[in-house]
């Protein structure tokens, strides 16, 4: 797949217009000017609450994150005008939409306003001009990780795959999952990075909602943007090599331990690009000896692990949330890029208070799987009627089957005009795997 650059877009117009009507500046911060860009990245640090970045950590930043398309707000106004009073960044990524399938995607981050500046329509005008930008630029989606869930269904994003946290006791776990035949041994962090994103593009195949990871965030991962810190120097790294002498997965955990009671494990990420590698990296992590609990955040909602010991009930699904946001920009291209469970033909409408994805669909699935979208001129006379209507942001929520259809229709969140077509549309969304993203970016 041939990766759009989107640092090369030109800036969105009307944004721009909404913006300087307010004597606000818009525009792009110039990444190799090391000045703008350390004082846009310690914008992006004050709108997330974070502590001033460090030197090392603005070094790693100038130099790994410069790629992507990095937005800011400026007000001439204030004392220090060269620090933009809001930030976004964004960068063409890749979704898997079905197993094996994936589509591209535009990625949005470090969307601030400074508290000085906040509830003026700034945040709008980012979130817009993302927006437009990636469907003029022909993204078929865009795609976020969100701080709070209030802020984004206005622009038609919605909740399409949730993470779980388990806890797990230590003292209850007794394995009867697959013993695979290769081996789980400590990786060097240092020399790991390659082979981390290589086997994590493999994994992300196998899963909808798997999202291509930065390098930035291999990097993160395995503690190589900040070697000293606490944190890197707790992080452990094992990977899992099939029987064969091949990569595929790894993990990366620490124990946090407060003498003289045992640890908890507590881990970052499971990459499994096989069966294998995510029975036997689970396995690893839960047999730890001087460990009281386990703890494992974003996890997928189907995860098999308590089908893998005696007792099922030594994992505790302690949180489940929302966790991948995804906004549908073109229908025919979102629709048809996923794989479905059965035949079926069904004509949906569209609203979309921006207008990118607003009209009429016939979407026809065949037995293999695949699916032919058409938009229809709804106003043509013989144009045939809708079956469903639905606002952009449902109708991204329900693409990779995190949701059913029917729960939408019964939470009043989609209208029905065939009756029981939502249950026929339940049939060919059912995912073949739960959604899941294991990271947030
Ligand atoms: C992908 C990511 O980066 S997620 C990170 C999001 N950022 C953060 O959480 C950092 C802290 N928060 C902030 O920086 C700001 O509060 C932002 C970016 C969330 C909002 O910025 P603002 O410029 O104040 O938003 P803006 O004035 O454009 O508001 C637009 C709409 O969103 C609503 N809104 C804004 N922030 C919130 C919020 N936190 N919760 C609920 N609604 C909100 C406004 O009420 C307004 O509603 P309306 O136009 O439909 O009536």
């Known amino acids: 797949m041939t990766v759009l650059d989107a640092s090369t877009l030109p800036d969105d117009t009307t944004s721009h217009a909404a913006l300087a009507s307010q004597n606000l500046d818009y525009g792009r911060v110039a990444t190799d000017d090391r000045a703008a860009f350390v004082a846009w990245l310690q914008a992006d640090a004050r709108g997330f609450h974070q502590p001033r970045s460090t030197e090392a950590q603005l070094t790693e930043s100038v130099e790994h994150l410069a790629e992507r398309r990095t937005t800011g707000v400026w007000d001439a106004t ?14 063409v ?12 995607a535009w990625a949005i981050s470090s969307v601030t306003v400074a508290p000085t500046h906040r509830r003026r329509g700034i945040a709008r005008a980012l979130l817009e001009g993302e927006l437009r930008t990636a469907a003029a630029a022909g993204l078929p989606l865009a795609m976020l990780t969100v701080t709070e869930a209030t802020i984004y269904g206005r622009y038609g994003f919605a909740p399409a795959a949730r993470v779980t946290t388990l806890d797990i ?3 209850r776990v007794s394995w009867r ?7 789980v041994q400590f990786a060097d962090p240092a020399t790991f990075a390659a082979e981390a994103s290589a086997v994590s593009e493999r994994a992300a195949l196998r899963t909808p909602g798997a999202v291509t ?28 090599d099939d029987e064969h002498g091949e990569l595929q997965g790894f993990a990366v955990y620490r124990v946090v331990r407060t003498p003289p009671s045992p640890g908890r494990v507590e881990f970052d990420e499971l990459v499994a690009a096989t069966d294998d590698a995510e029975a036997a990296l689970w ?11 386990i703890r494992a955040g974003l996890r997928a909602s189907d995860e098999r692990v308590p089908w893998m010991l005696d007792d099922p009930r030594a994992v505790a699904t302690s949180s489940a949330s929302d966790h991948l946001w995804l906004r549908i920009l073109d229908v025919q291209a979102a629709l048809e890029s996923r794989r479905y469970a059965a035949a079926g033909r069904v004509v949906i409408d569209v609203d979309d208070a921006l207008g990118l994805a607003s009209g009429r669909y016939e979407l026809v699935t065949d037995d293999a799987g695949d699916a032919r979208v058409e938009t229809i001129d709804a106003a043509r006379e013989d144009a045939p009627a809708g079956d469903i209507r639905l606002g952009v942001g449902e109708l991204s929520a329900l693409l990779l089957g995190d949701v059913r259809w029917s729960a939408l229709a019964a939470a009043g969140r989609l209208a029905e005009e065939t009756p029981g077509v939502a249950a026929t549309l339940d049939r060919l969304f059912a995912p073949e795997r739960a959604p899941h993203l294991g990271f947030w970016f």
């Open 213 to 240: 990871r930065p390098e930035s965030h291999v990097r993160h991962l395995l503690g190589l943007h900040d070697p000293e810190s606490e944190s890197s120097r707790q992080a452990r790294v094992v990977r899992y």
């Open 177 to 183: 999952g697959p013993r695979p035949a290769g081996r």
């Open 169 to 171: 006791d230590r003292r």
């Open 93 to 104: 990524s890749s979704l898997t939409v079905s197993p094996e399938r994936r589509i591209p």
């Open 78 to 91: 204030i004392a220090d005008a060269s620090t933009p009073v809001a930030t976004v960044s964004s960068w």
């Open 283 to 293: 396995r690893f992590l839960l047999e730890q000896d001087f460990v009281g609990s």
